[in-house]
């Protein structure tokens, strides 16, 4: 879902008196981006790659200034620290901040420039605002009927406002979405050997044969055959912000699309069984970035799904 420029919140901050403020340089608003923490214990890295080690978790809701991205990864300043973080769990968002008067007083006289000799072309009153345009010795330039007015600085409070924005830049919808459903009954990472390999490189979902399996990116199918250890299985590459992805569902009961076939985000692509070597029906699916590299003992081009999905 594309949240484009979807207004989240309005909030203004607390009333001031002008004299707290420095007085900008330049009128105009001024906009940055943060991200937004959407899962709970999400990891920091010191860089963009789960092999990258980890500094810390952090919690759902928090919030940091966004510094770039890196194909999946989002650069954050955390602390004084540049660090990185899934962009599959990080909404960003922009921040404009600008700034307001509230007038203080009744009847208060609006002119045409900074001097009481200069022509009143109307008043404004206790309560009213209005958008704060820059300072004149003692005088407000502020927005007034779509003309630029002044007003006596000691009649009003200047306040900044901060607008948030969803930049639609990281869309709501994540990159990668779960596969199957069903519990995980194998994770991904160091393996005992007792199937043949010391590393697993997918995370097997436990779910009954015939199961509906989803694509998990919309892609293109490389591969879609009933051979070896996998069974019948699937391959489909990916682009996700100009990075590659492959992906692979493995020990299918029935495969439903073919190489060379275009496939959308939680397309239907089969259902889940137990060809190949499997003990009991379940979904082997692995994640690569860029092309396809195995290896019995070592992770190769596999990520971790789950830093993903
Ligand atoms: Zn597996």
Redesign the pocket.
């Given at each position: 879902m594309n949240k484009l420029l979807t207004t989240l919140t309005v909030s203004a901050i607390a009333v001031a008196g002008l004299t707290t403020f420095a007085v900008p340089k330049v009128d105009a608003a001024t906009t940055y981006y943060k991200v937004k923490v959407m899962d709970d214990g999400l990891r920091i890295r010191t860089g963009p790659s789960t092999s990258s080690s980890v500094i810390t978790g952090v919690a759902k809701g928090e919030t940091y200034k966004y510094l770039g991205r890196t194909g999946n990864w989002t650069k954050i300043l955390y602390g004084s620290s540049k660090v990185y973080v899934s962009s599959s769990y990080v909404k960003k968002y922009s921040v404009t901040r600008y700034y307001k008067i509230k007038v203080m007083a009744d009847n208060l006289r609006v002119r045409t420039s900074s001097s009481t000799s200069s022509q009143q072309v109307g008043s404004v009153d206790s309560g009213e605002t209005y958008r704060y345009l820059g300072k004149k010795g003692d005088w407000i330039k502020f927005l007034y009927n779509g003309e630029k007015r002044y007003v006596h600085a000691d009649y009003v409070k200047k306040y900044a406002v901060l607008k948030l924005t969803n930049s639609g830049a990281s869309k709501a919808s994540k990159n990668f979405v779960t596969p199957t459903s069903g519990p995980i009954t194998?994770g991904y990472g160091a393996a005992s050997g007792v199937y043949g390999y010391t590393f697993?490189n997918?995370?097997?979902y436990g779910a009954a044969k015939g199961t509906p399996v989803y694509a998990t990116a919309a892609g293109k199918v490389t591969t879609s055959k009933n051979y070896g250890a996998y069974g019948n299985y699937i391959m489909m590459t990916h682009t996700i912000d100009g990075s590659s992805f492959t992906s692979l569902y493995?020990h299918l009961n029935s495969r439903s699309v073919s190489v060379g076939q275009t496939v959308s985000q939680g397309q239907l692509i089969g259902t889940v069984g137990e060809t190949g070597n499997a003990f009991g029906a379940?979904l082997?699916f692995e994640l690569h970035r860029g092309t396809y590299v195995y290896s019995a003992t070592s992770a190769a081009s596999s990520v971790n799904p789950l830093d993903y999905l």
């Amino acid at each position: 879902m594309n949240k484009l420029l979807t207004t989240l919140t309005v909030s203004a901050i607390a009333v001031a008196g002008l004299t707290t403020f420095a007085v900008p340089k330049v009128d105009a608003a001024t906009t940055y981006y943060k991200v937004k923490v959407m899962d709970d214990g999400l990891r920091i890295r010191t860089g963009p790659s789960t092999s990258s080690s980890v500094i810390t978790g952090v919690a759902k809701g928090e919030t940091y200034k966004y510094l770039g991205r890196t194909g999946n990864w989002t650069k954050i300043l955390y602390g004084s620290s540049k660090v990185y973080v899934s962009s599959s769990y990080v909404k960003k968002y922009s921040v404009t901040r600008y700034y307001k008067i509230k007038v203080m007083a009744d009847n208060l006289r609006v002119r045409t420039s900074s001097s009481t000799s200069s022509q009143q072309v109307g008043s404004v009153d206790s309560g009213e605002t209005y958008r704060y345009l820059g300072k004149k010795g003692d005088w407000i330039k502020f927005l007034y009927n779509g003309e630029k007015r002044y007003v006596h600085a000691d009649y009003v409070k200047k306040y900044a406002v901060l607008k948030l924005t969803n930049s639609g830049a990281s869309k709501a919808s994540k990159n990668f979405v779960t596969p199957t459903s069903g519990p995980i009954t194998q994770g991904y990472g160091a393996a005992s050997g007792v199937y043949g390999y010391t590393f697993h490189n997918g995370i097997d979902y436990g779910a009954a044969k015939g199961t509906p399996v989803y694509a998990t990116a919309a892609g293109k199918v490389t591969t879609s055959k009933n051979y070896g250890a996998y069974g019948n299985y699937i391959m489909m590459t990916h682009t996700i912000d100009g990075s590659s992805f492959t992906s692979l569902y493995a020990h299918l009961n029935s495969r439903s699309v073919s190489v060379g076939q275009t496939v959308s985000q939680g397309q239907l692509i089969g259902t889940v069984g137990e060809t190949g070597n499997a003990f009991g029906a379940h979904l082997h699916f692995e994640l690569h970035r860029g092309t396809y590299v195995y290896s019995a003992t070592s992770a190769a081009s596999s990520v971790n799904p789950l830093d993903y999905l």
